[in-house]
Structures are given as structure tokens and as C-alpha cells.
């Protein structure tokens, strides 16, 4: 449904709005608003409420400081949970002052990308598989590590105590307009995954951000913490975001072919070589922190291979068994500490990349890879992720595609946002050294 401007005005007198948030993401994937009373709303609605953008990470400098939002009005929802006063949101797009949009804008840059999608007759559709865990908080209301439960993969109550939570966190987000496909406990004591149904890119990253909000929302009222941190605890499974796509071409699913041994098309043979092409240079985004490589090791069922196969499930790219209109790709690399419409800027251009020049991928792995010896690997020609950030970074600059989907904006800042991060922890003494090392020397 698309709304007008009359549509929201009349839905914000409906619903008794009293404040509006409206919402964007910086750089690196986190959350900001501006809120404004719901007197404020036609203003809003013209695209002239204005923020500093010099107080934001990775945005502009203090002399080019005055932006815009501009509300998506199609991404109008009440929050289910405030009290004391109705609250709705819009996630916006950011302008700069002479009215053109800011490229430092995640959202901006998903855009251009699925416009250029577009212009070759594709629509790209992405469903994301977000896991997360819920942690006690101590005494003085900050998050531990402490896990909520001692359940496993599929366990339910009374073992699995973060039941009610879960089933509260679905319940309000089919209250906001989400489609709940499913939702279990994890592997992991006090992790948990809710499956919500696939979407074009742009609102499947709206869709993110909204449910990060409403997981930890709602954790917080049973007095929890839930982190999506990829890697809270060393020894146990970390969390994914495993990320399903597909391509729609003339109304059909542009990776299907009935006629193929394996059920896929051309396009979906050509996507999948551009994703492996380009999955180095674009590992900074999809795992964007220090603890990300945390969880892409052995042993934990994180990809750390670059292989692809329609059998098993522990390459980095799987094809999962639906075919015909449900035919996908699913990459299992990301984490969901990325920021969404970066990532989905990244994956889409670098699929893209792929059936412009026709690549093809190497042949299926359908065995296991991780008993492979690294002279079995490097026999068969099998790659490895980056194993830290560090690597990663140098693997971005050295792929010029990622800067070009980027932007000079996005990329530089990224890159020394990064490079920042690594050097303070390199630099950082941790608790591991001094256990391992203050008594023995």
C-alpha cells in the first residue's frame, strides 16, 4: 500500500499520535531519531524538519552540518508498546540542505543499486534470518553475560525460558505489520531466532532495523538484555544472519529453470559467481566488528570456507531445497551487527556484477569442508574468508567495486572508522593476557 500525505495525517488523527519519531541509521547501522510532537506532523511531512549531521558518526563535517529528513510514508507505524501518549515513527531519508540526497545515506546507497537492478528488469527480494541472545542484566540494570536459559536447538518451555518473550516480541511485531514465519530457541543457551517473511531490499533493511528495535524493546520489559552481538560467549555457536535473495524478472523468479540439473537459471549460476568473486571485499560489511571473526571459525557452524552447494549446509553459500518460484540463494556469512542496506547494497551489486559478465562459479562442494586438511583445500582450490577485520579492510580497498557501490563518502569513512577500531584494539591489553601472562613473567 502506498499512502499519501492526506492518508498519514488522517491515520496520525486515528491513531491519537502525540509523538513521532523520526528514525535513520548512521554509518554503521545504528539507530537514530528525531522526535517531534504530533503538531509537528505536517512539517515533517514536507520534508523540513532539519538536523546537525555534523553530531553524527561518519556523516559530514560541522560547516556542512544542516540536513534534512524526509519521512518514507509508507513506513508509517504505530509502536504497539508506548503508553502515556501514542507514538508513531517513519524511517527517513536523508537530504543535504540544497535539497539532493546525502550520499552518505546507507539508505541512499541501496537505492542506487536497486535502481540499477531495476533498469535491467530485476526486482531484488531478500529474507534475513536474525539470531540474537538474551542476557540477565546485573544489579545495576546493565547486560551481562549470564544466559537466560539452559535450552537448545528447538526446546521449549518450561526449559526454555525466554518463551514468553519471544512469543511477545512476535505478537508485537504482527501488531506492527510483520509476517512471522517462525520462531524456536537456538543452539546456544539463551539464543534465539523469529523468522519474518521476505521483502523487496528496502523494506526487508527497514524491516531489520524495526525488529532490532522491537527485540530489544520488549527484552527490556521482562528485564532482559538481547544483544546482536555476533559472538557473546567463547565456546559456544555465535549469531548469524543468514541472508536469503532472490531476483524477480517479468513477474517470475528470475533463478528458477526446471530444465537445469539443479533446478537454477543462468542468472542464479551468475549470481552466485559475483558473490564469490567479491565476498572478500565486501566480508567489512557483512561482518563489521572485531568480534565478528569471533564466530567465522570451525567447529561452530559459521561458514569459513568460500565454497557454494545445493546439499550442504555448512558452505558458505547454500541453496536451500524450494524451487521454481521459491528458488533462492542464502548466504550464511553475515552477522547481524551489519548494517543492512549497506550490506544489501554490497550483495546485490556484486550478484549483479556477476551477470553482467557472465561468470560462472567453481563446481558444488557437497562434502564436509571442515575435515579438510589446508593441503586438501588448497589442492582443491577452496578459499578462506578473512579471518580478522584487519584483513578484511584490506580486502575492501583492494576490490574496487565496493568503494564504486559505496561512494567515496561511505568508503573512506568506513575504512578509517575501521582501521580506528582495530588499532584500538590491538592496542587494548585484555583480561585473556593478563590471566595467561602477569603471574608467568
Request: aromatic share 10%; proline share 4%; with cysteine.
Amino acid at each position: 500500500m502506498s499512502y499519501t500525505k492526506e492518508d498519514i495525517l488522517r491515520k496520525i488523527k486515528e491513531d491519537d499520535i502525540r509523538f513521532i519519531r523520526l528514525q535513520f541509521v548512521d554509518i554503521f547501522g545504528i539507530q537514530k531519531n528525531v522526535a517531534i510532537m504530533s503538531s509537528q506532523a505536517e512539517r515533517a511531512l514536507n520534508n523540513s524538519c532539519m538536523f546537525d549531521g555534523s553530531s553524527i558518526e561518519g556523516f559530514v563535517r560541522v560547516e556542512e552540518s544542516d540536513m534534512y529528513l524526509w519521512p518514507d510514508l509508507n513506513s508509517y507505524v504505530r509502536f504497539p508498546w508506548c503508553t502515556g501518549g501514542n507514538v508513531a515513527r517513519f524511517i527517513c531519508d536523508i537530504y543535504k540542505s540544497d535539497r539532493t540526497p546525502f550520499e552518505g545515506d546507507p539508505r541512499y546507497v541501496l537505492k542506487k543499486v536497486v535502481k540499477e537492478a531495476e533498469s535491467m528488469g530485476y526486482t531484488f527480494n531478500v529474507g534475513p534470518e536474525l539470531e540474537f541472545f538474551l542476557f540477565h542484566k546485573d544489579e545495576n540494570g546493565s547486560p551481562t553475560t549470564k544466559t537466560h536459559d539452559d535450552a537448545g536447538y528447538f526446546d521449549l518451555g518450561p526449559v526454555d525460558l525466554g518463551e514468553n518473550a519471544r512469543r511477545d516480541i512476535c505478537l508485537t511485531l504482527e501488531d506492527m505489520g510483520f509476517e512471522i514465519e517462525g520462531s524456536h530457541h537456538e543452539v546456544a543457551r539463551g539464543q534465539h531466532e523469529i523468522d519474518f517473511k521476505y521483502a523487496d531490499a528496502i523494506t526487508a533493511a527497514d524491516n531489520i532495523m524495526t525488529f532490532k528495535l522491537v527485540v530489544k524493546t520488549i527484552a527490556q520489559k521482562y528485564g532482559l538484555h538481547a544483544t546482536f552481538m555476533p559472538k557473546p560467549i567463547y565456546g559456544i555457536a555465535g549469531s548469524g544472519m543468514h541472508t536469503n535473495m532472490s531476483l524477480l524478472k517479468n513477474g517470475k523468479n528470475a533463478f528458477a529453470d526446471e530444465n537445469d540439473k539443479l533446478g537454477l537459471s543462468k542468472d542464479a549460476y551468475h549470481f552466485i559467481a559475483g558473490i564469490l568473486k567479491h565476498i572478500k571485499g565486501f566480508t567489512a560489511i557483512a561482518n563489521p566488528i572485531i568480534n565478528s571473526y569471533k564466530r567465522l571459525v570451525p567447529g561452530y557452524e559459521a561458514p569459513c570456507y568460500i565454497t557454494w552447494s545445493a546439499q550442504n549446509r555448512s558452505t558458505l553459500i547454500r541453496i536451500p531445497s524450494s524451487r521454481g518460484e521459491g528458488t533462492r540463494i542464502e548466504l550464511r556469512s553475515p552477522d547481524p551487527s551489519a548494517n543492512p542496506y549497506l550490506l544489501f547494497a554490497v550483495l546485490l551489486a556484486a550478484g549483479l556484477d556477476g551477470i553482467k559478465k557472465e561468470l560462472m562459479p567453481n563446481e558444488s562442494n557437497n562434502g564436509c569442508i571442515y575435515d579438510l586438511s589446508d593441503d586438501e583445500l588448497e589442492n582443491m582450490g577452496i578459499d578462506k574468508l578473512p579471518e580478522t577485520l584487519d584483513r578484511a579492510v584490506e580486502c575492501m580497498i583492494e576490490d574496487p567495486l565496493i568503494r564504486q557501490t559505496l561512494g567515496d563518502h561511505i568508503f573512506n569513512k568506513y575504512v578509517e572508522a575501521k582501521k580506528a577500531e582495530i588499532y584500538e584494539y590491538r592496542t587494548r591489553v585484555s583480561s585473556w593476557e593478563i590471566d595467561r601472562y602477569l603471574s608467568k613473567y
